[in-house]
T-cell receptor, first 116, second 114 residues
Framework: GAVVSQHPSWVICKSGTSVKIECRSLDFQATTMFWYRQFPKQSLMLMATSNEGSKATYEQGVEKDKFLINHASLTLSTLTVTSAHPEDSSFYIC????????????FGPGTRLTVL | AQSVSQHNHHVILSEAASLELGCNYSYGGTVNLFWYVQYPGQHLQLLLKYFSGDPLVKGIKGFEAEFIKSKFSFNLRKPSVQWSDTAEYFCAVIRSGNTGKLIFGQGTTLQVKP
């Protein structure tokens, strides 16, 4: 399977600040990456699909101006939580498809965001 | 609403007991089905997947799942669990044509007592 990393693994920030989370594909080029959000004791919810070189596709109910996604290269996608508020505190996880496994997604280790 | 449903939220078993975790989906048409596992403090890992062919799928660590199309189900099984199987288990579905859009079930927490 593919190897996916995320940075940082956890971050604490003040309300009103912006936080950038990186997702990297370490062993192959990914044209498409996905961003999920996981609340404690709950399932993963797809936030958006990140497409290399084009605009991300957001799921219904996800504010695109709040969660900025940039997929500038085939190995890096970034999620920026702008003007973060305590309700944005969550576990953010990225994933990608390897292409070799069809629709199989490989997940990063996640980033724990806490907004004070 | 169309969804993925896992029947058991929290399962507690003793070692060597048999496991079956239920998963049902409500989408019509062709689907790709997955079971992922999340061990404590670790990221999601793929246990097994079904795209087509033999509806009985074997995955890693002795897990298997059976796709029953008529029941819209994809239940996960293991004949004999180990303490190391303690984890969160997620069923997920991709509908045909929705490449990459994984829809997850609520998850089942499995606790195996030694």
């Amino acid at each position: 399977g593919a190897v996916v990393s995320q940075h940082p693994s956890w971050v604490i920030c003040k309300s009103g600040t912006s936080v950038k989370i990186e997702c990297r594909s370490l062993d192959f080029q990914a044209t498409t990456m996905f961003w999920y959000r996981q609340f404690p004791k709950q399932s993963l919810m797809l936030m958006a699909t990140s497409n290399e070189g084009s605009k991300a596709t957001y799921e219904q109910g996800v504010e695109k101006d709040k969660f900025l996604i940039n997929h500038a290269s085939l190995t890096l996608s970034t999620l920026t939580v702008t003007s973060a508020h305590p309700e944005d505190s969550s576990f953010y996880i990225c994933s990608l498809t390897s292409g070799r496994g069809g629709n199989t997604q490989y997940f990063g280790p996640g980033t724990r965001l806490t907004v004070l | 609403a169309q969804s993925v449903s896992q029947h058991n939220h929290h399962v507690i078993l003793s070692e060597a007991a048999s496991l079956e975790l239920g998963c049902n989906y409500s989408y019509g048409g062709t689907v790709n089905l997955f079971w992922y596992v999340q061990y404590p403090g670790q990221h999601l890992q793929l246990l097994l997947k079904y795209f087509s062919g033999d509806p009985l799928v074997k995955g890693i660590k002795g897990f298997e799942a059976e796709f029953i199309k008529s029941k819209f189900s994809f239940n996960l099984r293991k004949p004999s669990v180990q303490w190391s199987d303690t984890a969160e288990y997620f069923c997920a579905v991709i509908r045909s044509g929705n490449t990459g859009k994984l829809i997850f079930g609520q998850g089942t927490t499995l606790q195996v007592k030694p």
